[in-house]
């Protein structure tokens, strides 16, 4: 079995150096069109994905099985999917990125009521 937390917080670090490395690209350039795709990645790879490690580690039940892994996996594939769609509407047009950002999207809210039902299962005590 993988160690779940350590996993979520060793991806987290890496998500908060693309993202500030983003918001200092930004502010340098003055060129903040990216910004919406500098803030989820902050927000939903930093902070929510690091959140989930400190949850999981906090009520190891959560942590243990299939479902939890998968929700790891899926919301990693959806930051990433979502992130690019983001990306692309801003540089390339919303026609284009629009649906891309919508499966990503769509996968992390899928990610998101697993880990919810995680939670409900397991963290009673
Ligand atoms: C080296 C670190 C960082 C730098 C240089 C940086 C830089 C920036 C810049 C230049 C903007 C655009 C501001 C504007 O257009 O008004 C911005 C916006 C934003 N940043 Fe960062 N940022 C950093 C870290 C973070 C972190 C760690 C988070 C979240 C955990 C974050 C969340 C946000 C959010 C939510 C916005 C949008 C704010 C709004 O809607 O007005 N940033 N950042
Ligand atoms: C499926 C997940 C999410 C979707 C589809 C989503 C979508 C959006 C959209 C469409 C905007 C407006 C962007 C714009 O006006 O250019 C926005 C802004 C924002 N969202 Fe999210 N969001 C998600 C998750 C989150 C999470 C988890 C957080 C915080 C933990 C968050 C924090 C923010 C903040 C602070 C802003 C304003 C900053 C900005 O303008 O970029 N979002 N979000």
Redesign the pocket.
């Known amino acids: 079995m993988i160690n779940l937390p350590g996993w979520c917080v060793r991806l987290a670090v890496l998500y ?1 150096l693309a ?6 690209f ?2 340098a350039s003055g060129d ?1 069109t990216l ?2 795709v ?3 990645i ?2 939903l790879g ?2 929510t994905l690091a959140l989930f490690g400190l949850i999981y580690k906090a009520w190891p039940a959560a942590a243990a099985g299939k479902l939890s892994l998968w929700q790891f996996i899926l919301f990693n594939i959806g930051i990433i999917i979502q992130m690019t769609g983001v990306t692309v509407i801003y540089s390339v047009g919303p026609e284009t990125g629009g649906p891309i950002a919508g499966i990503g999207s769509t996968i992390l809210i899928i990610a998101m009521a697993m880990f919810a039902l995680q939670v409900w299962r397991h963290c009673r005590s």
Do not use: D, F, I, S
């Open positions: 908060a993202g500030m490395a983003l918001g200092e930004m502010g903040h910004q919406p500098h803030a989820h902050n927000l930093w902070v």
